[in-house]
């Protein structure tokens, strides 16, 4: 009887703590809302106003609106992020806006890849065209951060603070002794020297292809940034590399020495400086207006930023978002479904008050016949209309699959891009099971390989020939796909293909890409082929309604929330292998996911 309430008990109390959770996560998400609701309002915004840019939350293309995504579950807050191209479009109303006299930059920690960095710093750029400043300050700069700061007129450190400028590095993880001490054999299929996203389960360095191709990669994205910092800047290219090779830069006294900032001066002293730019009196406050409540503001003239763009307009322009790994089904958690994303296709291709598709892609590719699902659906929509690809951070592999086949493709000079090639992954964990653990195997077969092609042994011979005809076949198709879409030979297509990958300015100089450039000229790139004098935006695929998401997927979200504000950066490195063990069939990807700092 004790056993018995002991565990009645302890049952009850455990069902009293989820809902005890769940009704804290409820209120907090509701309490968000109703604050939500009651800022919604167009604030106020007094003369000689300044727009403060933290940029605190990751940045992405299109952020979710599903509440678990932007919770914070560890403060009850909700964290929403606003999406790049918001941003880009807030830095443009700023600069039309007579109230607003410039910008004060503050960032500490820019959660932002390369590609997205750069349309930021573009729009920053364009916003000075105005004649308004942009003053920067911050207690640290990483590189990243400096990168897109020094665009500044002027940039300020804290004394006490610190600055980091040593090149750039990319660093990729092997797992074949992790592997080998378990007796798991990864085997492989692939066509393209250089298609190495196999290299972390079969080796413990790059290989000379890889590190030739990721070399020259980084080098590019550096020469890029060291000319703009030094346009900026005015520091010589040679004097930046010197800098760089001689970890020169230690200290916030050397970031001023080497004419990197413009002061070492406390906050309180940058608001002094912003006093008498806005020409204040000393005594007075800063019109400060945050960035997502400048949002809430109304564009201070109709026509918007290309000159064309109304609200009004009875034509559209669609952008479809393309972003994570390619997998078959839906989109979710991440991945970037075909059947979402080709549904989404065949709706603008059908709406005839579309008049022209824009596609950003930002995807490391994935399942050859995802990619092939979605190429089908971009191909039948330019027939009727203009397609033209945006790429982001990353459009690699299967990204450049289903971009490859648009009327014109654009990309950031520091976009990841190329990667034509195709691999196949089968482990074998045969070893593990006896060896490690104690376990057997044993099977009957109608045919000689009703067995074949599973993970409890290797495979043969002739089902590795049978593998790698498969590759081959899928291969080809790529291939000649990308070369009718490119006005290649198939020849041409398969020297710079062979699974590399390629920087933006040297996709474009091969032809793979045609402009260098950010989503706003993606756009108006597909209006002026549409020929349109005036349009409006849509954005698609159209997103579910966020209760419903509540209502079906509360426990799995809440978990991954709860898990990954534990996990902190390793996040990536979880979701990375639990989508791995979920592959099927064979991937067109990029080699692997790279960090480059």
Not at 430 to 441: A, N, R
């Amino acid at each position: 009887m004790k056993q018995f309430l002991k565990f009645m008990f302890a049952s009850m109390f455990g069902v009293f703590l989820s809902i005890l959770l769940v009704s804290l996560v409820f209120a907090g998400i509701i309490g968000s809302m109703i604050s939500a609701s009651q800022e919604s309002k167009e604030p106020f915004l007094a003369d000689k106003s300044i727009l403060h840019i933290k940029l605190e939350t990751p940045i992405q293309d299109r952020p979710s609106n599903n509440p678990f995504d932007n919770f914070d579950f560890s403060s009850f807050e909700d964290r929403k992020p606003l999406g790049l191209n918001n941003i880009i479009d807030n830095i443009e109303k700023a600069a039309n806006n007579e109230k607003i006299k410039g910008i004060y930059l503050n960032i500490g920690w820019l959660q932002a890849n390369m590609a997205t960095t750069e349309e930021l710093r573009k729009a920053l750029l364009q916003f000075k065209e105005s004649g308004k400043f942009i003053i920067s300050y911050s207690e640290n700069y990483g590189q990243n951060e400096y990168y897109l700061s020094s665009v500044a007129d002027e940039v300020y450190l804290n004394p006490a603070g610190e600055m980091t400028f040593k090149g750039l590095a990319a660093n990729l993880m092997f797992f074949k002794d992790a592997l080998d001490r378990l007796d798991i054999e990864m085997q492989v299929i692939r066509h393209g020297k250089f298609k190495s996203a196999i290299e972390p389960f079969i080796r413990n360095d790059m290989s000379p292809e890889n590190e030739k191709q990721y070399k020259e990669l980084i080098q590019g994205i550096w020469d890029d940034q060291l000319q703009k910092i030094s346009d900026s800047r005015g520091i010589e290219i040679a004097e930046l590399n010197k800098i760089a090779d001689s970890l020169s830069l230690r200290t916030a006294k050397d970031a001023m020495n080497y004419g990197f900032v413009d002061g070492l001066i406390y906050e309180d002293e940058v608001q002094k400086r912003l006093k008498e730019l806005v020409e204040v009196d000393q005594t007075a406050d800063l019109g400060f207006i945050e960035l997502k409540k400048f949002n809430k503001t109304k564009l201070p003239i109709e026509i918007a930023k290309s000159g064309r763009e109304k609200w009004n307009s009875k034509n559209k322009v669609a952008i479809i978002f393309a972003e994570g790994e390619i997998v078959s089904g839906e989109s979710k958690d991440g991945l970037m479904g075909s059947s979402t994303i080709a549904e989404a296709i065949r709706e603008a291709r059908k709406d005839d008050d579309i008049k022209a598709i824009v596609l950003r892609v930002n995807s490391p590719g994935g399942s050859a016949l995802a990619s092939d699902v979605m190429w089908r659906e971009v191909v039948l929509a330019k027939e009727s209309k203009p397609v033209v690809v945006s790429m982001g951070d990353v459009a690699a592999s299967g990204g450049y699959y289903i971009s490859c086949a648009a009327n014109r493709i654009y990309a950031e000079s520091s976009t990841i891009t190329g990667s034509i090639g195709v691999f196949g992954l089968i482990p074998n964990i045969q070893g593990f099971l006896k060896e490690k653990i104690g376990v057997h195997t044993d099977n009957v077969n109608t045919n000689a390989y009703s067995d074949g092609m599973n993970i409890l042994r290797p495979l043969s011979t002739h089902e590795k020939e049978a593998l790698q005809e498969m590759v081959e076949e899928v291969y080809d198709d790529f291939t000649s796909k990308v070369a009718e879409g490119r006005g290649m030979t198939q020849e041409q297509v398969d020297e710079i293909g062979q699974g590399r990958v390629w920087n933006g300015l040297s996709a474009k100089r091969i032809g793979l890409v045609d402009e260098i450039g950010g989503l706003e000229e993606a756009i108006v790139a597909a209006a002026d082929i549409a020929e349109l004098e005036d349009y409006k935006i849509e954005e698609l695929p159209e997103r579910k309604d966020p209760f419903e998401k509540i209502l079906t997927q509360f426990a799995t979200e809440a978990r991954l929330k709860i898990v990954g504000s534990e996990l902190g950066q390793a996040k990536k490195y979880y979701l990375n292998i639990k989508n791995a063990l979920n592959r099927k069939g064979i991937y067109t990807r990029m080699p692997v996911d790279v960090m480059i700092d």
